[in-house]
């Protein structure tokens, strides 16, 4: 309409939500070995301590996100957008990361020191792994 559309009917917003709905999910990642789901579970251990800080915004409760939104200094001269929390459901499957897409994947995320997003940093290389296996099982 604001476009001077005509919009769509109800019918029509309603046979676009039943499609939507009727849209098969993405495929998760389900662990395979005992090794992979000892991984996802000392992810899930990094994910919920206070140490990453990782569910501070991306509450487990609230499909992985906070419901907020916050400013974020975006690459385009320094102005600033307020942008949602996203959830992290299906992470795995959604590449490339961050709000402008700036990281490839999520190892290239969780070693970069150019946001303020999360604390893992310090993690050992394995901890990174543990973390992103939990992710990717979201």
């Known amino acids: 309409r604001r476009l001077r559309g005509r919009g769509l009917s109800k019918d029509e917003i ?38 990453t800080a990782c569910s501070t915004c991306h509450t487990v409760d609230k499909a992985f996100t906070d419901g907020q939104k916050y400013d974020v200094v975006a690459q385009n001269g320094g102005s600033k957008q307020l942008l949602d929390t996203p959830s992290l459901r299906f992470l795995g499957g959604t590449a490339p990361y961050f ?15 150019d946001h303020a997003m999360g604390h893992t940093l310090h993690l050992s290389r394995e901890q990174r792994l543990a973390l992103i296996a939990y992710l990717e099982s979201l």
């Open 99 to 113: 709000h402008d897409g700036r990281y490839p994947t999520l190892q290239a995320m969780l070693e970069a020191s």
């Open 14 to 51: 309603h046979a676009i939500a039943e499609y939507v709905q009727a849209l098969p999910g993405p495929n998760l990642k389900a662990p395979t070995t005992p090794e992979q789901q000892r991984l996802i579970e000392q992810g899930k251990a990094l994910f919920a301590s206070s140490e």
